[in-house]
């Protein structure tokens, strides 16, 4: 019995795929259950997500990007209207954590469709056995 040939995907783009959270070998299935955590494989084509750590990088990026433009535009804010300090509290800075919160999820699925494109996998280090021999720190 001859096996059968493994389907040949095609490479779909990593921003489109990204932000729209969905996996990133077939662009069907979603990537993400609830509001950040990742699936286990994609209900569609069955990749197995196993290989997906963003770790701290969509908060990173989340931050940086919204934190920039955020204030930027809050000092804008500052130096034409001067509003009361109480404006900043209550608009403000709700303004810049909610847009935060709102980029948080493009930004997950964007690494983890990067890192399935570029086949990121965890370091292995290798010792071929040379340090530390014959020392007498045993």
């Not at 983890?112 to 494109?117: A, K, L, M, N």
């Amino acid at each position: 019995m001859i096996p059968p040939e493994p389907t040949a995907w095609p490479r779909l783009s990593t921003l489109s795929t990204g932000l729209r959270c969905r996996c990133p070998r077939c662009g069907e299935g979603p990537l993400l259950k609830g509001y950040l955590t990742i699936r286990e494989a994609c209900p569609a084509c069955g990749l197995d997500y196993s290989f997906a750590d963003p770790a701290d990088g969509p908060a990173f990026f989340a931050m940086s990007a919204i934190g920039v433009l955020g204030m930027m535009a809050f000092m804008a804010f500052e130096f034409t209207v001067r509003p009361p300090i109480w404006v900043h509290f209550a608009f403000t800075f709700p303004l810049i954590a909610g847009a935060c919160l709102l980029v948080l999820r493009p930004f997950k699925g964007w690494l983890v469709s990067e890192q399935f494109v570029h086949k990121a996998a965890p370091p292995e280090w290798e010792s071929i056995g040379g340090h530390g021999d014959g020392s007498k720190w045993k």
